[in-house]
């Protein structure tokens, strides 16, 4: 080899090997999908004080009021806006921002560079993973205030919380991503992705106790993860007797587990099978 | 720039494509298309609006799939470039995405896709390359459409691309941005680097062009350099001059003849003379109207 050819085989060697990796793209994903979301002053002050507000109001019109067995109505709501509040900021904010990223253009742009496609997700999952977590502490401080919803108290409760918490985090993160596709426009996003959110909340124990809603939508209800995420954190805030008031009887924590597992393999499969990085109409 | 040192040591073919044909359902828009763009040259693609511009395009950057024929964008297939091959090149997009991250600043964003690449450009240079220097530190919500789409192009080129595709890139541009941004493609040729562009201006491609190609219903009519696409250069003249009696024209395939005797019969200055060529315009539309 002569020394030209050396230069250019190490350059080249080199020009593979300097392609930053995909957890380095993925962190600077995360910081300014950070930063857009959170100039976005309004939209973050929407985001984080609906379910906070909600959760004031339905425990002030239900102050006082006993579901059965000792347990507050106040209560059932923390625990059950605890759950939405982890679907909408997963499932909700990213069938909502990629469905429009993706009308807008920004995803076909990115598949145009060097850019790994794990970085995106990375990005948006890190997005999600600390609004979460910071909705989710409002809500208990919340709750705390205004339900008397006390902190899980012993190891195991926390386990519960543990699990719970992530599996529905990562199932909700997945059909997020795969809802994406469903909206055609940037425009319709919102719409298309928020009824359906708003009526699963509805019938899976958010806004309405799940004993109270008919047994019929309760069937239909419990096809979905958010009502199995709500009774799981339900068992983790409430008292040991007010697992009496489930339908089963039980917390059926094994139950919990299969299902949120199953909704992570179908939202894996669906993204994988689904995700575009063009409009439709792209080709 | 250290670019140049990850070179393989290359063919002068930068673009190359075979018999490229595409379909959607039923219908063609691409029917054969051959290319052959060479490193270093400033390549436009004209046609009308639905010619196959963008769809052919769009398959030499990777994002659509072929029916048939061949291509090598530098020395590899586009439709399995890689990340390495991704990091050679830069796309501006036709349509420029006004409303995207719009709480970001330009200089936040160039930044960004600048960490995509294993040898970026300096950030700062090119925001000043595109003229937003003074614009670095806005939002880009903040931005005029024009702006918009300098951004886009910083974007495009942020990577040190040797191959730059630039999709209509001037659309909605006022003269004197046109003009800034004709500017700005020069000094990327200068810089070295390769460009497929495509538009629907034919000023622009005269000013930028080292070689044109007409799209029409999917298929190349002409290729040439603008000065001579579709026999301009050797095509009929047209002399006028201005009379004692009114204006007269000569329609002659020897101008300089005729500007001769001309002289020679004014004794001098030969008033109010012109001499015309067909413009790449009248060039252009009996080409694509011979298509219809």
Redesign the interface.
Known sequence: MTAHQVTTAMARVAGEASLPSAWRVGLARVGIELRAFFREKQAVAFVFSLPAVLLILLGSIFRGQVAGHGVSVGELFAAGLIGGGIMSTSFQYLGISIATERDQGLLKRLRGTPMPGAAYFIGKTGLVLISMVAETAILIVVGMLVDHLRLPATPGRWWTFGWVFVLGAVACTLLGIAASSVPRSARSATAVITLPFVVLQFISGVYVPFTLVPPWLRDIGSIFPLKWICQGLRSVFLPARAAALEPAGSWEHGRIALVLTAWIAAGLVLCLTTFRWQRRRDG | MTQG??L??GPETVVQAEGLRKW?GDVAAVVGIDLDIRRGEVFALLGPNGAGKTTTVEIL????RRDGGTVAVLGRDPASGG??W??R?G?V?Q?A?????T??TVR?MVR??A?????PRDPDEVIELVGLTAKARN?IHQLSGGQVRRLDVA?GIV?GPELLFLDEPTTGFDPEARRNFWDLIRAMQSGGTTILLTTHYLDEAEALADRVAVISGGQIVATGAPASLGGRATATATVRWQDGDGPGQVRTDSPTRVIGELAERYGGEVPGLTVTRPTLEDVYLELIGGQR
Do not use: D
């Not at chain 2, 950057?61 to 659509?64: A, H, K, L, T």
């Not at chain 2, 995405?97 to 991250?101: K, L, R, T, V, Y």
């Open positions: 040192l990850a393989p040591p959607y950057e990777g994002y659509r990340r390495p991704r990091a090149i796309i997009l349509q995405s006004e409303a995207e991250a709480e970001l936040e960004h896709f960490c995509f690449y294993p040898r939002r974007l990577g």
